[in-house]
Nanobody, 120 residues
Framework: VRLVEIGGGTVQAGDSLRLSCVAY????????MGWFRQAPGKEREFVAA????????SYSDSVKGRFTISRDNDKNTADLEMTNLKPEDTAVYYC??????????????WGQGTQVTVSS
């Protein structure tokens, strides 16, 4: 299994950015997908997740209303649309795949991460 994140970069506060996670050698449609992030000096934190069964979504309070997670089972991708970005969104963003969305933080399948930097 391989997860590859695409789409990081440097933007200004208020800008938007879209991240994609491409899954290889994974029965994608049966896996929940999640996005996490880790800022310098901080622990990795949950950002958003989308279930495989009904595509239900969940978000951290810090991104709710600004970020949207989606999935395309035909393309084996899970995207994170980020709007109204803030400097505190600066972090390395990771995607994860897990059978159960409730325990996605325990996934053993992680991408290598992509840097998102938001300047003020």
């Amino acid at each position: 299994v391989r997860l590859v994140e695409i789409g990081g970069g440097t933007v200004q506060a208020g800008d938007s950015l879209r991240l994609s996670c491409v899954a290889y050698e994974l029965t994608f449609k049966y896996y929940a997908m999640g996005w996490f992030r880790q800022a310098p000096g901080k622990e990795r934190e949950f950002v958003a997740a989308i279930d495989w069964a009904d595509a239900s979504t969940s978000y951290s309070d810090s991104v709710k209303g600004r970020f949207t997670i989606s999935r395309d089972n035909d393309k084996n991708t899970a995207d994170l649309e980020m709007t109204n970005l803030k400097p505190e969104d600066t972090a390395v963003y990771y995607c994860a795949a897990h059978k159960a969305v409730d325990t996605i933080a325990q996934s053993r399948f992680w991408g290598q991460g992509t840097q998102v930097t938001v300047s003020s």
